[in-house]
């Protein structure tokens, strides 16, 4: 974030005055871009892999004014993304600085309530590059504290299913496809399939899978992309997008976008596990069985390094040390961030 202050300020609001808005250029490219921080770099890697258009310091807003109403310091948040209305803050710096950061957000909040700004702190992002998965950084583990154990997880999605039933159901309905994105999306669709069933829903089932896709042209760190689409043709049809956790939004986006391109009639998306605590990008949850915490998770169709995938159980994932294993921004940011 650039700020620029002067001494002598007086007053911290004046509504004459409204926010300079630098040259904008929404981007979905990184070359040839001048950053502050290599975190930044790597975080404009992660939106360019997802199609999230963005744009690199392009408003500042005035926090406070000198006696004349002149404006002597302001605010730029790092990013702007214009397709969700919203500034990105990434605060990489020690924790003593962070406090003078965040009271400069929360007076920009003050001021300027009708704007949506979201400060990602160092723990955030890492959570956002190692994914709603678990680590691939090279790090070995275990699985630690159990979050969730099948019982629990059956018996929701069995709740679950009586909605969606009710909801896609119904005299005359066509049926609706269930698309499962991704494994922890085809072992929660493999679960809810029984209770649908038996409430009498008639349905398509099929999978997408999301990855990432190298030299595509769109700037260092490639793009992601729908590599294997659904069998059954989601053109004129009712979907629903079944995850197996959703974190930041960027993959859901993706796939609800996907669809809406592919001539879906009605998009809805389930999510078993959602980690509301990390969401960067607002996506829509029709339905959602836990809020789980920020965590590292494994189980039931999440991994680390493809191990404990197929454990019938949601637990944290306990990584063990190893020196150098430390997030660098050199890490591909766009692996799975959902």
């Known amino acids: ?31 040839d871009e001048a950053f502050a921080h290599p975190f930044e770099a790597a ?24 006696d004349a109403h002149r404006p002597v310091a302001f605010v730029t948040p790092d990013f702007y993304l214009p397709d969700h209305r919203l500034y990105v803050e990434l605060t990489t710096v020690r924790q003593r600085l962070v406090t003078r950061k965040h009271r400069k957000i929360r007076l920009l909040r003050d001021l300027y309530p009708n704007i949506k700004i979201k400060i990602l702190y160092r723990r955030d992002y890492q959570r956002l590059i190692l994914t709603g998965e678990a680590t691939r950084t090279g790090n070995d583990g275990e699985p630690g504290r159990l979050v969730l154990d099948r019982e629990a997880i059956v018996a929701r999605l069995g709740e679950l299913a009586l909605q969606i039933a009710r909801d896609l159901g119904g005299p005359g309905a066509d049926s ?29 089932t099929d999978a997408i899978r999301v990855r990432h896709v190298e030299g595509t042209g769109a700037g260092p760190g490639g793009v992601v992309t729908i590599r294997r689409g659904p069998l059954h043709d989601p053109a004129g ?36 596990l959602d980690r509301r605590c990390a969401r960067l990008v607002d996506v829509e949850l029709h339905y959602a069985g836990f809020d789980v915490p920020a965590d590292l998770l494994v189980g039931y169709g999440l991994d680390a390094r493809r191990t404990f995938r197929d454990a019938p159980f949601v637990a944290t994932f306990r990584p063990f040390d190893r020196p150098g294993a430390e997030l660098t921004p050199e890490l591909d940011p766009s692996s799975r961030p959902d």
Request: charged letters at 20%; proline letters at 8%; glycine letters at 8%.
């Open 237 to 272: 049809r009712r979907v629903l997008i079944i995850h197996g956790i959703v974190s930041s939004g960027l993959t859901a986006a993706h796939a609800v976008r996907w669809l809406w391109r592919q001539g879906a009639r009605d998009v809805s998306t389930l999510a078993c």
């Open 43 to 66: 975080f404009a890697r992660l939106l360019t892999a997802h199609r999230v258009r963005w744009s690199y310091e392009p408003t500042s807003f005035p926090i406070r004014w000198d």
């Open 1 to 31: 974030m650039g700020d620029v202050q002067a001494a002598g300020i007086l007053d911290v609001a004046s509504p004459a005055w409204e926010p300079v808005h630098l040259p904008f250029r929404p981007r979905l490219r990184t070359a």
């Open 176 to 204: 609706p496809l269930l698309l499962a994105c991704g494994p922890g999306g085809r072992r929660v669709l493999a679960d809810l399939t029984p209770p649908l069933r038996a409430a009498g829903l008639v349905f398509d």
